[in-house]
Structure formats: structure tokens, C-alpha cells
């Protein structure tokens, strides 16, 4: 059982190493990559790094193509609480699993993204695997091939409740989730076209994402 966990939404890889076993434990890959397709960049969900190698007992789900809203005028906008919730229990996640993601970005982009999309549709129990598989490559941790099994489950996430607000000045937004948040920046088109943000903007963006995560909870 995940008993004596730290409440910050940050676990690190020696705990995980610990409980990949534990029953009420689900770990989620949610890696993704962008690909430049005519001069446009796009993101895509690396499945094929998932089938290449990925956490023991770890189960896939596309932030692309599964948790965005492909309706929705503005890129990548969180999908819709009944289409969430369907996704969720498809991979096996109750009101009382702890989730554990990771992807395979220096900072936890996709990955803090799943926590910031749990969390608003009411699952506090999430966490961020801190240094995400890379981290866990380096440490010399097993990998495998296996597909996670993802039973449906019967438990049903609550409406959203919430929107995650970040202090001025460190981020503007957690992936392109809010439209409020999106329109703070001068183009709405983010993971649409290449070249619209400068490298500082991106930096700052990123480097937010990671204080938030290091002081929550």
C-alpha cells in the first residue's frame, strides 16, 4: 500500500523503485514529442518510446490524442470532464488510486500537465516523478516491455472544481489547458506553428512549471 507519502506532488525514484507493486499504484507514461511537418510544429504522442521501453508496470495514455479536446479552436485545450473520465478508467484509476506520471522531458511538461488535469477534475492523488524516465534511465532502473494492464474501474472522477491559478511572474500556464491563460501570451497558437515563442519565454514558462511543483503541496 502507498502509506507514508510525502504530501508535495513531486516522488522520487527510489520510492517508486519501492512500490511498483503496490495495488492502489498506477504509473502513467505520458511521453510526447513535437515533429515539424511543412514548416508547422506539432505535437505527437511517442507511443513507439513507450513500446521501446518504459517503468515496469507503467500503462500509456496520448495527451494528444486521449486528455485533448480535438473540437476545441484553441490546440491541446483539456478535454471534456465525460471524456476524461472515461480515459481515466480506462486505464485503471479509481477515486482511490495514486497516480504516479512521467515523461521523458528534462522538466515534466506532459507529465505535470496529468497532474494539473487530475487535480481539476477532483483526483488529488497524483504525483510527478521527479527527473521522469531519464532520471530513472541514469540510476540504471529496469525498463520494460509489457504493456501495463489497465482494467475499467468503477470509480468516476468528480466534476472539475478547480482552476490552478500560478503566482505573476513565474508562469502563464501549465500547457495550453485554460483559455484564459493562453490568451496572456501574443499568439494563441502554441504547439501549432514553430517560432512563436522566444527561447527566454519558453525558459521562463518551463522553469515556473518546476517552482510550482517544488512548492505545492
Given at each position: ?7 508535495s ?6 520510492w517508486l ?9 498506477r ?29 515496469p ?26 471524456l ?18 512521467y515523461?521523458?522531458?528534462g ?10 488535469a ?5 483526483h ?12 530513472w ?8 516491455l ?22 505573476p ?5 501549465v500547457?495550453p ?13 502554441w ?16 522553469n515556473?512549471?518546476r ?7
Amino acid at each position: 500500500m502507498t502509506t507514508h507519502l510525502s504530501p508535495s506532488p513531486l516522488v522520487q525514484t527510489e520510492w517508486l523503485a519501492a512500490h511498483l507493486d503496490d495495488a492502489d499504484l498506477r504509473i502513467v507514461d505520458v511521453r510526447f514529442r513535437s515533429r515539424t511537418r511543412q514548416g508547422r510544429g506539432n505535437l505527437v504522442d511517442d507511443r513507439d518510446g513507450y513500446a521501446a521501453g518504459h517503468i515496469p508496470g507503467a500503462v500509456f495514455v496520448g495527451t494528444v490524442t486521449e486528455l485533448s479536446d480535438p473540437q476545441h479552436p484553441i490546440p491541446d485545450m483539456l478535454v471534456r470532464p465525460e471524456l476524461f473520465a472515461e480515459v481515466i478508467g480506462r486505464l485503471g484509476i479509481g477515486d482511490n488510486t495514486l497516480v504516479v506520471a512521467y515523461d521523458g522531458m528534462g522538466l515534466p511538461l506532459a507529465a505535470a500537465r496529468l497532474w494539473w488535469a487530475l487535480s481539476y477534475y477532483g483526483h488529488d492523488r497524483a504525483r510527478v516523478l521527479d527527473g521522469g524516465l531519464h532520471k530513472w534511465q541514469v540510476e540504471g532502473r529496469p525498463l520494460s516491455l509489457n504493456a501495463g494492464r489497465s482494467a475499467r474501474t468503477l470509480g468516476v472522477l468528480a466534476e472539475a472544481r478547480a482552476v490552478l491559478v500560478l503566482a505573476p511572474g513565474t508562469c502563464s500556464f501549465v500547457g495550453p489547458l485554460v483559455p484564459r491563460a493562453v490568451s496572456s501570451l501574443p499568439h494563441q497558437e502554441w504547439a501549432e506553428r514553430s517560432g512563436r515563442l522566444s527561447e527566454g519565454q519558453v525558459l521562463a514558462w518551463l522553469n515556473g512549471i518546476r517552482r510550482h511543483l517544488e512548492h505545492s503541496g
